[in-house]
Nanobody, 115 residues
Framework: QVQLVESGGGLVQAGGSLRLSCVASGTIFSIEAMGWYRQAPGNQREMVAVLTSDGSTNYDDSVKGRFTISRGAGKRTVFLQMNSLAPGDTAVYYC?????????WGQGTQVTVSS
């Protein structure tokens, strides 16, 4: 059974930084992409950053230049370095792994940015 476990969320003041981590365990074949999504209260879940297996990255415009997605050496870990955080970044952040024929989600980690 595949599990994605996120960590690194918390409460931070505006302008601060956080680093989210996601570790995938279980039998996973053909990872096509790993990424981060977020969902704020009353909003739909939205893409934050995605890293494909060929190394390409895609960021939401609102986080470009502030957030960086990267993958661990073992390829089963994905990180999201978040700098210059703003109250608008407050949300539950979810790790996502896309494989051939499906995808997996983590349980989410709360990020709260105070003004």
């Amino acid at each position: 059974q595949v599990q994605l476990v996120e960590s690194g969320g918390g409460l931070v003041q505006a302008g601060g930084s956080l680093r989210l981590s996601c570790v995938a365990s279980g039998t996973i074949f053909s990872i096509e992409a790993m990424g981060w999504y977020r969902q704020a209260p009353g909003n739909q879940r939205e893409m934050v950053a995605v890293l494909t297996s060929d190394g390409s990255t895609n960021y939401d415009d609102s986080v470009k230049g502030r957030f960086t997605i990267s993958r661990g050496a073992g390829k089963r870990t994905v990180f999201l370095q978040m700098n210059s955080l703003a109250p608008g970044d407050t949300a539950v952040y979810y790790c996502n792994v896309k494989v051939l024929g499906g995808m997996y989600w983590g349980q989410g980690t709360q990020v709260t940015v105070s003004s």
